[in-house]
């Protein structure tokens, strides 16, 4: 991630009383740079092999608070886990597979139109939301993850 862009997201952490070690710096640019939809145990383990000493309490800890500050984006999985992304693309919804837990990302202009719609009809202003549709994929490899 660009320099300037890391430097804003520490100005916002410092401001909600986030204490930026050089650690802890080096977790949340790893945190950023981290692509595509991830489970918070998979990024813990590969923080812990790459950063050293970073305690697993603080792992969860950056994440939640990038997540309240609108850094990472969550999806909710059916058994109850959250995948987590950078929000750094364009608003996007999900499509879950239930078999092999992949994550497609679509983008449907009548889908978004329609919710204003709705909203507009029902009195309300839509700030924002978030969609994920359940079903089954059909690639190749789709199988049971466990
Ligand atoms: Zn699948
Ligand atoms: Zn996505």
Same mark, same amino acid.
């Given at each position: 991630m660009p320099? *300037?862009? *890391?430097? *804003?997201?520490?100005?916002?952490?410092?401001? *909600?009383?986030?204490?930026?070690t050089?650690?802890?710096?080096?977790?949340?640019?790893?945190?950023l740079?981290?692509?595509?939809?991830?489970?918070?145990?998979?990024?813990?383990?590969?923080?812990?092999?790459?950063?050293?000493?970073?305690?697993?309490?603080?792992?969860?800890?950056?994440?939640?608070?990038?997540?309240?500050q609108?850094?990472?984006?969550?999806?909710?999985?059916?058994?109850?886990?959250?995948?987590?992304?950078?929000?750094?693309?364009?608003?996007?919804?999900?499509?879950?597979?239930?078999?092999?837990q992949?994550?497609?990302?679509f983008?449907?202009d009548?889908?978004?139109?329609?919710?204003?719609?709705?909203?507009?009809?029902l009195?309300?202003?839509?700030?924002?939301?978030?969609?994920?549709?359940?079903?089954?994929c059909?690639?190749?490899?789709?199988?049971?993850?466990?």
């Amino acid at each position: 991630m660009p320099v *300037s862009q *890391s430097q *804003s997201v520490f100005e916002k952490l410092k401001a *909600s009383g986030f204490r930026l070690t050089k650690t802890r710096k080096d977790l949340v640019e790893f945190i950023l740079a981290h692509r595509g939809h991830w489970t918070i145990q998979s990024l813990a383990a590969e923080v812990q092999e790459k950063i050293k000493g970073v305690g697993v309490a603080t792992i969860y800890r950056t994440v939640s608070l990038l997540q309240r500050q609108n850094f990472l984006t969550e999806t909710q999985m059916r058994d109850g886990g959250a995948r987590y992304e950078v929000a750094s693309k364009a608003h996007h919804d999900h499509f879950v597979c239930l078999r092999c837990q992949r994550i497609f990302e679509f983008e449907n202009d009548k889908i978004e139109t329609l919710q204003k719609e709705v909203a507009k009809k029902l009195g309300f202003t839509l700030l924002d939301h978030r969609m994920e549709l359940y079903g089954e994929c059909n690639r190749a490899g789709c199988k049971p993850k466990n």
